[in-house]
């Protein structure tokens, strides 16, 4: 019970940032670009109980990846919907990479401080233990929501991205797959390689990449948290 309660402390703060940030982004972005919707509903906010879902939510802490209720945007209120919608889309998954990249900043910085005289003092490791897990899985889960998020496919942002790059007739082709784009993500993910071969590769690399030699304390907090 112990382990369990420590694993919910260390996932609660970056999780609820990750995935609420990523959609308020969305909404700011619109904001931005003329669409006051997500404001006049009260979700340009950190609040979590404004932006939870409870699916989602659970989703965290069992597969270590969760989701938020989507934030409102009506690109009719855009100036240039097509083009406007490719910004507000993107704002999500480069909300994620931002936070990743202070997650990999808090662990260089934790690997100087562990490599002087500071690290060798109980109190310190104590204290910077719990932390430095939160900023492994902090990283982890920010670079796997931002590159998951970029899959073209509707209704995930790269999807929304697409359709505003291609000419008319072929996103309106790409739309009309909408309906079904949760079930055709499912099916990639499990029933295809498309998880090991392209996904897993990418994030895997970028956690490398932005973590450097501290990448250690990002694979310790995962086998903490979701090793057997």
Do not use: C
Not at 3 to 19: D, E, Q, Y
Not at 57 to 72: E, K, L
Not at 113 to 132: F, W
Not at 172 to 200: C, Y
């Amino acid at each position: 019970m112990e382990t369990i309660v420590s694993k919910i402390a260390i996932m609660l703060v970056p999780a609820l940032l990750a995935i609420i940030l990523h959609e308020v982004s969305h909404g700011y972005a619109a904001e931005r670009f003329g669409d006051p919707t997500a404001r006049l509903l009260g979700r340009l906010n950190l609040n979590p109980m404004r932006h939870l879902d409870p699916i989602g939510t659970i989703a965290v802490f069992i597969f270590g990846f969760g989701w938020a209720r989507p934030v409102p945007v009506n690109p009719g209120n855009f100036r240039r919907p097509r083009r406007d919608m490719i910004w507000v889309a993107l704002a999500g998954p480069m909300a994620n990479l931002l936070l990743a990249v202070f997650s990999a900043l808090l662990l260089r910085g934790a690997g100087l401080l562990d490599n002087s005289a500071v690290g060798e003092s109980q109190l310190y490791i104590q204290m910077s233990t719990p932390v430095k897990m939160m900023a492994g899985f902090s990283l982890y889960i920010n670079v796997l929501l931002g590159v998951f998020n970029l899959i073209p496919l509707p209704p995930l942002d790269g999807g929304r991205i697409l359709t505003g790059i291609l000419p008319e007739k072929q996103a309106l082709l790409i739309n009309r797959l909408e309906p079904f784009g949760f079930v055709l993500i499912l099916l990639l993910i499990f029933f295809t390689d498309i998880w090991s071969l392209v996904l897993a590769p990418i994030i895997n690399t970028l956690v490398v990449f932005m973590a450097g030699n501290e990448s250690r304390l990002v694979e310790q907090a995962m086998n903490f948290l979701f090793g057997h």
